[in-house]
C-alpha cells in the first residue's frame, strides 16, 4: 500500500521526519530474520501494489502559530493540512532520512529548519495504516551567516541529516549546512520541578531573609513538551561546500565531506578534525575532479568511500594511513567511445553514493542511471538501471535550463534487494533486483486523495502515445524527486517532492 503524507510547510520550526521502532518488533511486512520482505512484482513493482496514505503539507509560520494554541502538540488538525500556494523557496525540503528503526522521520529544508515526524502509535497494529506519520518536533537548525573575511555569504539550507541509534530515552541527529555540522539532541518533558527556596512561582529571586521554612522541590506533571537543544557545534573545519555527512559504525566519530576534503571528527571534540582525504591541488587550475559524495561502511569502522564528479569510487582504509589519498579500491566503467558526447562528463558525475545494508554492495547515482557495485569487482558494476533514458535527447535543453546539474539520491531497501531513486514530473523509480522487473510511480496532488492506489506511469519517446502514456515533451522540469528514504525494516517510503512529503505504504492484498 502506498500511503502519501502531506509535506509541512514550516518557516520558524524543525522540518524534517523522525522515525523509531522498538528493538526487536518486527513489521507485518518483515520476514522471520527482522528483514523487509522482498519486493516482489505482486508487493512492489506490479500495478496497483502501492497506496496513498496521506500526504502531508509542511505547515507555514501562519499553521504554525494556530497549531501551539493546541493542548496537544503533537496532534495536528487536518486544517492545517491545506495546500499553500504561497510556498516560498525557503519550503522546499532538502533532505530526508528516517532513523534506525523507523519510528521518526526528519526532514531538512532551505530555510535551515528540520521537522521531524513521529509514527502514529495506533497506526502500527493497524495493517492498513501503519505508515501514518504526524509532527513531532520543529525547530530552526541553522541560520544565514555572512563569511565576512571572504565576503561570503552562507545560506541556512540543510544539506544533510543523519540520525545516530538510540542509546536511552532521547534522540541525537546530526545536521549540516554548507560549512557547519551540528548536533542536536532530541528529547520529552513530562514534568516539571515547582517548590524552589531561592524563587517564587513566578520564577524571580526571593528575598533570603523572608525564607523561614526549608522546601523539598517537587516533580509535577504538566503538558508534554518535546525540546531540541543543540549539543555540540562543528564549525571552521571545511573552506568549500559540505556535501556528506556520514556516522561511523563505532558511533563515536563521523565524516563530513566537502568539494575537496574529506574530515574526520570525534563527537566529543567540536575544536578539532583530522583531515583523512585532501584532493586540492598546488594550483587550482589543474583541478579535474571533486568530491561529490562519501559514506562510511555499515560495519567495518575503518572503511568508507567517496565518489567524484569524474564518475569513480574510491574504497578507502583508513589502517593504511593517517591520510587516505591513496585508495585501497578504485571503482570505474570504461566509457564506450561511441557514447562519447559534450555532455559525457556532466552526465557521469556521481550525485550519490550508498553502501547496501549488507557491506557487500555499493550503488551510485548518475545523471541517467543508477549503478550497483559489488565491493570484490572494481572495473565494471554488476547491475545499470536506466533511470530515465528517454532524457538523452533533451540533454542540450537540460544543459541550457541547468537541471543536467540536479543531485539526485538513491536508497536501498531494508533487505537490498530493491533501489529507489527519483526523477522529473514528480516521477520516482524503483528497481528490482531479484525479478529485474522496475515500475515509475508518480508523487503528486493530483493522484493524492488518501488510499488511492498509485498507478504505474509510463513515458511515450516518439510515435504514436497511448492513452495511459505521456510524452516526453510534456514532462515538467521543475517538479523532481531529489530526496526519498526508504523505511529500515518495512515497506513505507517516504518521498520529497518541493514542499511535499509523501509517505506510501505497499498495499495489503
Known sequence: MLLSLPALHLQTSEHHPFFQLPHGRLGPWCNPTGSPAPLSCETGCGE???????????????????????????????????????????????????????????????????VIFQREQESKNQVHRRGEYNVYSTFQSHEPEFDYLKSLEIEEKINKIRWLPQQNAAYF???????????????????????????????R??????????????????????????????????????????VNSDYETYMSADDLRINLWNFEITNQSFNIVDIKPANMEELTEVITAAEFHPHHCNTFVYSSSKGTIRLCDMRASALCDRHTKFFEEPEDPSNRSFFSEIISSISDVKFSHSGRYIMTRDYLTVKVWDLN???????????????????????????????FECVWNGSDSVIMTGSYN???????????????????????????????????????RRKDEISVDSLDFSKKILHTAWHPSENIIAVAATNNLYIFQDKVN
Open 48 to 114: 496497483g501494489s502501492w497506496i496513498l496514505v496521506c500526504r502531508l503539507l509542511v505547515p507555514t509560520q501562519v499553521s504554525l502559530l494556530s497549531m501551539e494554541e493546541d493542548i496537544d502538540t503533537r496532534k495536528i488538525n487536518n486544517s492545517f493540512l491545506r495546500d499553500h500556494s504561497y510556498a516560498t523557496e525557503a519550503d522546499i525540503i532538502s533532505t530526508v532520512e528516517f532513523n534506525h528503526t523507523g519510528e521518526l522521520l526528519a526532514t531538512g529544508d532551505k530555510g535551515g529548519r528540520v
Open 173 to 203: 541527529l546530526l545536521s549540516t549546512n554548507d560549512k557547519t555540522v551540528k548536533l542536536w539532541k532530541v528529547s520529552e518533558r513530562d514534568k516539571r520541578p515547582e517548590g524552589y527556596n531561592l524563587k517564587d512561582e513566578e520564577g
Open 205 to 246: 529571586l526571593r528575598d533570603p531573609a523572608t525564607i523561614t521554612t526549608l522546601r523539598v522541590p517537587v516533580l509535577r506533571p504538566m503538558d508534554l513538551m518535546v525540546e531540541a537543544t543543540p549539543r555540540r557545534v562543528f564549525a571552521n573545519a571545511h573552506t568549500y561546500h559540505i556535501n556528506s555527512i556520514s
Open 377 to 407: 569487482m572494481e572495473n565494471r558494476p554488476i547491475e545499470t538501471y536506466q533511470v530515465h533514458d528517454y532524457l538523452r535527447s533533451k540533454l542540450c535543453s537540460l544543459y541550457e535550463n541547468d537541471c543536467i546539474f540536479d543531485k
Open 426 to 464: 514528480n516521477f520516482f523509480r524503483m528497481f528490482d533486483r531479484n525479478t529485474k522487473r522496475d515500475v515509475t510511480l508518480e508523487a503528486s496532488r493530483e493522484n493524492s486523495k488518501p488510499r488511492a492506489i498509485l498507478k504505474p506511469r509510463k513515458v511515450c519517446v516518439g510515435g504514436k
